[in-house]
């Protein structure tokens, strides 16, 4: 484990000892956030752990992929774990967590947290998570291979000399 590195390495003892599960969905530890099903953790520099997590449950919920595993979303959401953005990630997320009545990530069915989301989709918060997400979550180049983009074309010719025509779903 690397004191300062966004992901961590730490045995399963640690992780354990360190850790409380939340709506059986992911870890909250001391300083970091992990999913007990997958091989990621997520160190916090400046939010709450508890923060991080619902960051991550957001993005999954504006952005709904269910072929791509949490790590690309740890990966978009980084960066609003600095000091330019925690009052406006900490008042965002608590006002989210009053309109869910409570707990965002409590809330087990994904149609209640999109009701949610849809009476603070015209939030300063909620555009700043969406349109930082657009570039944080499809910039990243394994996700584009997840959903069969190979990525621009200018430097190799262009799309006329390979695949314009191609499309064989008309």
């Known amino acids: 484990m690397k004191k300062g ?6 045995s399963r003892r640690e992780l354990l000892t360190r850790s409380l599960v939340i709506g059986g969905s992911l870890v909250i530890g001391a300083g970091f956030v992990s999913a007990p099903d997958a091989a990621w953790a997520m ?8 923060t991080l ?6 993005a999954r919920d504006i952005y709904p992929h269910d072929q791509i595993g949490d790590e690309f979303y740890v990966n978009a959401i980084k960066g609003y774990d600095s000091k330019d953005h925690v009052e406006a990630i900490e008042a965002g997320i608590e006002d989210l967590n009053k309109k869910a009545g409570g707990d965002y990530l409590g809330l087990g069915w994904e149609d209640q947290r999109v009701a949610v989301l849809r009476q603070v989709e015209d939030t300063a918060f909620f555009q700043m998570i969406r349109g930082g997400l657009v570039t944080g ?15 621009e074309s200018f430097s190799k010719g262009g799309y006329i000399n390979r695949g314009f025509n ?5």
Do not use: R, S
């Open 53 to 58: 997590a619902t960051l991550i449950q957001l």
């Open 43 to 50: 160190e916090a520099q400046h939010l709450k752990p508890k």
């Open 166 to 170: 191609d499309i064989n779903w008309l």
């Open 137 to 151: 979550l499809y910039n990243q180049k394994p996700v584009w291979a997840i959903f069969g983009y190979e990525g």
């Open 5 to 10: 590195n966004a992901y961590l390495l730490m």
